[in-house]
C-alpha cells in the first residue's frame, strides 16, 4: 500500500468473519481512526453487535465474499475458513490499485487450513514438531504406535481449534472409533512436554518483525484456560529461540500480520504444535499487558505501518477464559445474561480485574469473554483471573 | 437499577451527543458487553462513525430525545448543552421500571449549563473559588476591577468550553466588546497561578467514589494541550485536598457518573475553575495509563456497578492534544487525510506512542485526536508526546 492509497480517506480494513476477535479488532481500529468493515454470518454474530460497517454473508459464497471485499483496502481474516479458492478468485478480481490486497495471503494461510501441508513444510525448513505420519486406517496408526508408543495423537487434517479435531488414543479401538468418521487425520507422536507455550509476532509487508514475550497457555481438556505472560520460569535463551523461530516462520510462510505459534516445551527442546495467522487467544493479555496489543499491532501490519512496542506494561499479566457453564440445562440457558448480574460481585470483589465479554450467548463449554489482571506476584494474580473468570460462568468462585 | 432489571438482557446506555468522548465510551462499551446506543446530529459525528446502534436526531427537540431514550436503560451524556426542561420531561416521562434513568440528573447537570448558580452552590458549599460577581454592563466589571484589579476574567454563563466563552479584559474598552455580544457573562477575579490541575473523579448512586491521582492540564490559550498524570511537583497532602474536595462536591452536587474539577493551583490554595459531569479531555490519560478508563468507570458508575480501579498504570503518563493545523487554507484542507500518511513516521519514529484518532475533519484548531506515551522519564516523556501530536497535526515536529 502506498502513501497515495492511504491518502484521501482513512483506510479500510475488512475482517472476514465476525466472531470476539473481529470485535477486539474493531476496538482497536476505532482508536486508529480507521475504516474497519467485518463479513458477518448473522447480525447477533459478536462482532456484529458491535460494529458499525457490517455486512451480513457468507463467507463461503463467492460473491458474497467479493462484495464485501469492495471498497476495502486490505482484507484480512477472524478465522481460517475461508476457501482457498476462493482467496486466489479474489485476489485475481480485486486486488491492484483500486482493490483491496488480502493479508495474510492464500500461499500463507494454507498452511492454517491443511495441517498437513503445515507439518511438509516445518520439516523442509527444519523446524522442529513432533514426529508425524498420514494415515488411513488403524494399521497405519498401529504402525506409528509401534514405533512412537501408545498413546498416538490423530489430529483432523482441517478445521480443528480448540481442542476440537484432536483425539489422544491409547488403543487401536480408540484409533477406529476416530477413523469412522469421515475426516481426513494425519497421526502425531504424543509428545511429553512440561509446558505450553505460544509464540505470537507480528510481520508487516516491508518485513518489519516484533515478538511479543512468550507466553505459557495452560490448557484443559485441549482448551486454553489460562495465560501467564511472560511464561513463568521459561530460561531467558528458551524464550529467545522460540521468538526467533516464530519471527523466522513467519518470513518463511510469507506471513503478513500475526503469527501465533503454539509450542510443547519438552525439556531444552521446543516444538511446533499450531500455527494461527490472526489474533489469537494466547495474545488477548496484550490489550491491557502489552504496550501495544495485538489487535493494534494485526491492523498496523496488515497496513503495513511500522509495528507498536510489544513489551510488557507489568511484571507479569494473567488472562483467564470464561465459559458458557456447562451445569443444568435450566442453568446454562440463564448463563448468559446472569452474567451482569454477576458484575457486581466480580468488580466489588476485585476492582483491578478487567473483563471483557463478547455479547454472546453462553452455552456450555463456549468461550463468552475473558478477564484480564495485571502485577507483580504471579500466584495471587493467578488466582484473582481464575476466580473472576469462575464467577462470571457459574456463579461460584470455584468454577464447575 | 435492580439486578432484575440487569437480568433479562445486557443493559442499554444510551449516549446523548456522538463526539470523541461517546467515540471512546463505545469502545468501553465493547469490552463490558453492554449495549451502546448515541444519539448524534449527523452520520459523520465522531462516535457515530463506529457506533453499531446510532440514532440521527437533535437533543434540543424532545420528541427526538424522547424516542432516543425508549429501549435504554441509563442515558447519559457526550455534552452539557441539553436543554434542562428537556431533561426534566425525560426523567417523567420514561423514567420508572420500564424506563431509563438519567445519569447525572438534571439536578447535578444543571450547574454545568450555569456557570453563575454553579458559582453560587460553590460559595454556598464553602468551596474555594476565584472571587465573581453578576455582571451586566462596563461600570459592573469596572467596579469588580476597582476591588480585584485589571485584568478581569468575564465568562459566559451557559455554553462554553475549551476557551470558548472566556475573555481575559485588561480595560474598560476591551470588557465593553465582550459584553456587546448578546451573551450573559459574569466576571471573574484573575487569579495567579502556578498550576492549572484537574481532580477525576467518580460516583456511582450508591454513593461508592473512586479519585483518579490528581493531573496538570498545560494550557495555550485556553485550550489544553498536555495533561501530565500524576501531577509533577505537587505534594501529597495537596494532591489528597484536591480529591478529596472533588469527592465531596460529587457527593453534594448528586453527580453520578464522572465528575472533573479542574483547579487553579495558588500558592498552597486550590481554588476550582470549572466542573464537567462526564468523561473530560483531562482523562483521556487513562485509557492506558490507569487501571480503570475513565470511559469505562463512567459506564460502571451509571450502571451502578462497583468502581474500578483508577490507580497509574506507570510512573508517569502524557497525554498531547492533536489539533488540526492553522496554517495555509489548502494545508488545513489537506490536513485530515493526509495524517493517514504521517502514521508512518509517528509510529516508525517511536513505536511506544498510543494515538487515537476521533474521525473528524481536520479544520484548524479543532480537536481531532490525541496521543498517550507512558513511563520513567517525565521530560522524555513530553518531549515524545509533544513531538508526536504535533507531527500528526502539521507534518512537523515542531508544530506551528
Not at 507479569?316 to 460481585?345: C, K, L, Q, W
Request: hydrophobic share 45%.
Amino acid at each position: 500500500m502506498t502513501d497515495d492509497q492511504l491518502g484521501p480517506r482513512p483506510p479500510v480494513v475488512g475482517m472476514v468473519g465476525a466472531g470476539q476477535l473481529a470485535r477486539m479488532t474493531c476496538q482497536a481500529a476505532i482508536g486508529l481512526g480507521i475504516g474497519f468493515r467485518v463479513l458477518a454470518a448473522t447480525p447477533t454474530d459478536s462482532a456484529a453487535l458491535v460494529c458499525a460497517d457490517t455486512l451480513i454473508g457468507d463467507y463461503t459464497d463467492q460473491p458474497s465474499l467479493l462484495a464485501f471485499a469492495r471498497g476495502c483496502d486490505v482484507v484480512t481474516f477472524d478465522h481460517e475458513q475461508v476457501p482457498g479458492g476462493h482467496l486466489a478468485a479474489l485476489e485475481k478480481a480485486v486486488a491492484g490499485p483500486a482493490g483491496p490486497v488480502v493479508r495474510p495471503g492464500p500461499a500463507a494461510l494454507r498452511y492454517t487450513q491443511d495441517k498437513l501441508a503445515m507439518r511438509g513444510r516445518l520439516r523442509e525448513l527444519g523446524v522442529p514438531c513432533p514426529r508425524y505420519a498420514p494415515v488411513r486406517d488403524v494399521a497405519g496408526v498401529t504402525a506409528c504406535a509401534q514405533e512412537w508408543g501408545w498413546p498416538v495423537v490423530l489430529k483432523a487434517v482441517s478445521g480443528g481449534y480448540d481442542g476440537r479435531g484432536v483425539w489422544v488414543c491409547g488403543t487401536p479401538g480408540e484409533a477406529a472409533a476416530v477413523l469412522a468418521h469421515p475426516v481426513a487425520v494425519f497421526a502425531e507422536d504424543h509428545v511429553g512436554f512440561q509446558a505450553e507455550l505460544a509464540a505470537l509476532v507480528a510481520r508487516s509487508p516491508h518485513g518489519q518483525g516484533a515478538a511479543y514475550p512468550v507466553v505459557q497457555t495452560v490448557q484443559r481438556n485441549g482448551v486454553c484456560r489460562e495465560v501467564l505472560a511472560p511464561a513463568p520460569g521459561l530460561s531467558p535463551a528458551l524464550a529467545a529461540d522460540a521468538q526467533r523461530m516464530a519471527l523466522e516462520l513467519a518470513a518463511d510462510l510469507g506471513v503478513t500480520g500475526l503469527l501465533a505459534v503454539e509450542l510443547f516445551a519438552a525439556g531444552s527442546r521446543l516444538l511446533v504444535n499450531e500455527l494461527a495467522m490472526r489474533p489469537h487467544n494466547s495474545g488477548h493479555w496484550t490489550i491491557e499487558g502489552a504496550r501495544t496489543s495485538q489487535f493494534e499491532q494485526h491492523l498496523r501490519a496488515v497496513l503495513d505501518l511500522p509495528l507498536g512496542d510489544p513489551r510488557l506494561a507489568a511484571r507479569h499479566v494473567v488472562m483467564a477464559n470464561v465459559f458458557g457453564a456447562g451445569g443444568s440445562p435450566a442453568a446454562a440457558g440463564t448463563a448468559g445474561p446472569d452474567i451482569f448480574a454477576r458484575y457486581e460481585h466480580v468488580m466489588a470483589a476485585d476492582p483491578g480485574v478487567k473483563v471483557h465479554l463478547y455479547g454472546k450467548q453462553a452455552r456450555p463449554g463456549r468461550k463468552i469473554g475473558h478477564v484480564t489482571v495485571l502485577g507483580g506476584d504471579l500466584p495471587a494474580l493467578r488466582d484473582r483471573a481464575v476466580r473472576a473468570a469462575n464467577y462470571l460462568a457459574t456463579g461460584n468462585e470455584e468454577g464447575e
